[in-house]
């Protein structure tokens, strides 16, 4: 997850770290003769909450990312098997070019310099609404080639854990309190329902992350920026980086050749539940051209909910509860065309939009109490203090979902006794 400020633009290069900056530039001097690299002109693109960064260079052709992941802190091995799953399932996704598994170090293609909340203006929500049919388009088309065994699990444990980071973080280190044993008895059982009601769901590929901060907006002419030099080798194993399945150079990391890890090839003559006719899942045509899909490195095999109470209860950007209810009554219509929701579903899950709205208040709830922990844990722990920044905004979403039901309303007023005043009149829509 990226906060606002975490998208400096092109900005000079530092290292902490004079051997890591000699291995980066070793490294992209191998590279060069390639890609057509000019490694003087490296510049900070943009940093994360994690210890990620990425760094953009100039080709002769193009501009490229460089992903760097300290391999002490961050394992770039889900990045490169999540990429290769996305791509396969059609989304718009940085390719990779050379991937250095020793130290870190990954070649991408360049999906642009400006996220899809940029183009956003909170008080033109008509003016958006096309930006969010086109990001629910994009994420039906990951959710249609979900299968179990590939990703790791969206269970209890994980659920449990994330919940957690709100009153380990949250509440005991960033408020400073100390819940009583009715307090955390109260939480205990908030935590129980919210859990069992995520789990309710079926399961699909799940991004984990999926908001507007990390699509990117289409550049035109489409996808030109992010082509190779005429003639190079893509990491993914054809010339100008088509859409294949990596096979990496072994001597700097590879994916599993099939099994768990390797992206499934579509059925050959199979309907696309978006409507495209075999040969692959393709998604819809847009006229700017396809989001890029960034950030994807934590996806998840779980609830189907969860993606798009991300994308709709976005940790930076709010919307009334009107275009919210209009966006995923659009999504929830389409899921059940293509078969992931609804009676002709596998799980015939989902068949009543007033039940699957709850059941993706009740996931971004889960989503909301994690990141108010999270948030606290990078500004007390990592010294990012930015992100409790937009506290206000998830704390708004916890509270509305907690007074909407009745089962959560002693959830609602720990929240209340937490934040040390009374929750905003008003701002529940009503009680189920």
């Known amino acids: 997850m990226s906060h606002p400020s975490d998208r400096p633009g092109d900005s000079a290069v530092t290292w902490a770290d ?6 980066c530039t070793q490294w992209l001097a191998s590279l060069a003769p390639t890609h057509g690299l000019r490694p003087e002109t490296l510049r900070l693109a943009s940093a994360d909450a994690s210890f990620r960064r990425y760094l953009r260079i100039d080709g002769l052709q193009a501009s490229y990312i460089v992903m760097d992941a300290p391999p002490d802190k961050e394992d770039c091995a889900p990045f490169v098997q999540v990429q290769g799953l996305m791509q396969q399932a059609g989304l718009h996704v940085p390719q990779v070019f050379d991937w250095d598994r020793a130290h870190g170090f ?19 929500p008509q003016g958006a609404a096309a930006w969010y049919r086109q990001a629910t388009d994009t ?23 994330e919940l957690a980071l709100f009153p380990d973080w949250y509440v005991a280190q960033h408020r400073q309190l100390v819940l009583s044993e009715a307090q955390q008895q109260v939480l205990a059982q908030a935590f129980d329902r919210i859990v ?21 907006a289409p550049t035109l002419p489409a996808a030109r920026g992010s082509l190779p030099p005429e ?16 096979t990496l150079p072994a001597a700097r990391g590879s994916l599993p050749q099939g099994g768990e890890g390797a992206p499934a090839l579509p059925v050959r003559g199979a309907q696309s539940a978006l409507g495209r006719p075999g040969g692959g899942l393709m998604a819809p045509q847009h006229p700017g051209g396809p989001l890029g899909v960034l950030d994807f490195q934590d996806a998840v095999y779980g609830p189907i909910t969860y993606d798009i109470a991300s994308l ?4 930076f950007i709010s919307w009334d509860e009107d275009f919210v209810l209009d966006i995923t009554v659009r999504y929830w219509e389409q899921a059940r065309k293509a078969g992931l929701l609804g009676a002709a579903s596998a799980s015939g899950w989902g068949d009543d939009f007033g039940a699957f709205y709850r059941s993706v208040e009740w996931m971004g709830l889960q989503r909301h109490l994690k990141v108010a922990g999270i948030f606290a844990r990078l500004t007390l722990r990592d010294g990012k203090p930015k992100y409790l920044q937009d506290a206000p905004r998830f704390i708004a979403y916890i509270r509305a979902t907690a007074r909407r039901y ?27």
């Open 196 to 216: 069992q009601e995520n789990l309710s769901a079926p399961s699909v590929f799940v991004h984990r992350d999926f908001m507007m901060r990390n699509l990117m």
């Open 231 to 246: 003639g190079a080798q893509s990491a993914l194993g054809r010339p100008g980086g088509g859409l294949m399945a990596p």
């Open 312 to 315: 709709l209860r976005d940790a």
């Open 106 to 124: 990954l070649l991408l293609s360049d999906l642009g310099q400006h996220t899809v909340i940029e183009r956003l203006d909170p008080a033109d």
């Open 18 to 23: 004079k051997q890591r900056q000699a291995q």
């Open 406 to 432: 009745r089962e959560l309303g002693p959830l609602a007023r720990l929240v209340d006794q937490i934040e040390g005043d009374a929750a905003p009149v008003g701002f529940a829509y009503g009680r189920m």
């Open 139 to 161: 994420l039906l088309q990951w959710q249609l080639a979900s299968r179990p065994g590939v990703l790791p699990p969206y269970n209890d444990a994980l659920l449990r854990r």
